[in-house]
């Protein structure tokens, strides 16, 4: 079914439903799974993902576009991710920006920029053979083929990366056709993702428009969200957290950039910093997005243990729960629901305060030996306005 008629199809749902108010290149990766039932939170997610390059940024924004169209509507949806996949590469192509490959790297603005050009599309309509697939193989054999080329290829000339040409290179590598897919696409501006009193909220509302090319994540508009760094300084971190899981016990699928250490990863699923001193080196690094889910407090003021976390909590707890100590965040992750080489609480992460507050050795380059520098995982997160 298109995306545009499941839209029509949902219409008097949303109109009931309640409603609501970057990644760098991250490490490149080779069923599905909701939510559980018992969170903390009370944000709508729909089913987990695999990526198979390093384009976390766009799985991340798409999850974040489907979990405010499922709270306002009730209804799952697959958006494609190969679609603005296919759009971050004729851009960079087409406008000069690619050397000898492609950036597969970005930032959540600027999939809301490819999002509020060219609208979304379901999955089944962009590559059919894909549309039940949690894992996209069609955007690792494109990548090897667009990067072929781009370097001793038919594009390897900057005079010859015409947009029809690289259009045609595009829809053969990806296996699809772009022209039929923008047919069936739904503008930003009638996806619906939220409501502010009586008035429903579109995609188009949230995304805001960029304030500058150089930072897409900060964005104007009355609903619209926007990248806020993690404080520098530690005494400013905890008023800060707050914030952030207000809006999560709101229901927002707030979004986490955040810094990638393998070796931090233990056997259960969790990114903990005694696991990376237990180690002993840096492991496999990159930058990444993900969308926060759920979260663990401790030390939480008359709550008896003083924990609070990954179990129903009523209106007043989940008030206590911003006083107390974040333990961790559990994540809605971009690496698969079940895969034997990496543990997964079935696709979702928990990132451990203790981690991301590190700091960690940061690899300066890929070689063996290569220089470190210590650095904060946590970047910064995507927030709603008013949070």
């Not at 047919?183 to 509302?205: E, Q």
């Not at 990863?265 to 993900?290: C, Y």
């Amino acid at each position: 079914m298109a995306l545009s008629e499941l839209l029509r199809r949902s219409w008097l749902v949303g109109a009931l439903a309640l409603g609501v108010a970057g990644c760098a290149g991250g490490p490149e990766e080779d069923g599905t799974t909701d939510s559980a039932s018992d969170d903390v939170t009370d944000i709508s997610q729909t089913a987990i993902r695999r990526q198979s390059i390093g384009n976390c940024w766009i799985y991340a924004t798409v999850g974040w576009a489907e979990s405010l169209h499922k709270r306002q509507t009730g209804n799952d949806v697959n958006i494609s991710e190969s679609y603005l996949t296919w759009w971050h590469w004729y851009d960079q192509m087409v406008n000069g920006e690619a050397t000898d490959h492609i950036e597969t790297g970005g930032h959540w603005g600027v999939a809301a920029d490819i999002i509020a050009r060219h609208g979304l599309v379901m999955e089944g309509d962009f590559i059919p053979s894909e549309a039940n697939s949690e894992l996209s193989e069609a955007q690792r054999r494109a990548l090897t083929m667009v990067d072929e080329a781009l370097r001793t290829g038919e594009l390897r000339e900057r005079s010859s990366r015409t947009a029809a040409r690289v259009r045609a290179l595009l829809d053969r590598a990806f296996g699809t056709n772009m022209t039929m897919a923008e047919r069936r696409a739904v503008r930003a501006n009638a996806f619906a993702a939220g409501r502010s009193g009586t008035r429903t909220l579109y995609l188009t509302d949230l995304m805001g428009t960029a304030r500058s090319t150089w930072n897409p994540d900060q964005r104007s508009g009355t609903y619209a969200w926007r990248g806020v760094a993690y404080p520098y300084r530690a005494s400013d971190r905890t008023t800060f957290l707050r914030r952030v899981l207000r809006a999560m016990n709101d229901g927002h699928p707030v979004i986490i950039s955040w810094l990638v250490d393998f070796n931090a990863l233990d056997s259960e699923g969790d990114f903990e910093l005694q696991q990376l001193q237990r180690a002993g080196m840096a492991g496999r690094q990159g930058g990444h997005l993900s969308v926060l889910h759920d979260y663990t407090v401790d030390n939480v003021p008359g709550v008896m243990g003083g924990t609070l976390g990954l179990g129903a909590l009523t209106p007043t707890q989940r008030t206590q729960a911003l006083q107390g100590t974040l333990r961790f965040f559990r994540i809605k992750n971009s690496w698969g629901s079940a895969r034997p080489d990496r543990a997964s609480h079935e696709g979702y992460y928990d990132l451990y305060m203790t981690y991301l507050n590190g700091p960690i050795a940061w690899k300066l380059g890929e070689e063996a030996g290569a220089p470190t520098t210590q650095r904060t995982p946590i970047s910064s997160f995507i927030l709603p306005p008013n949070y």
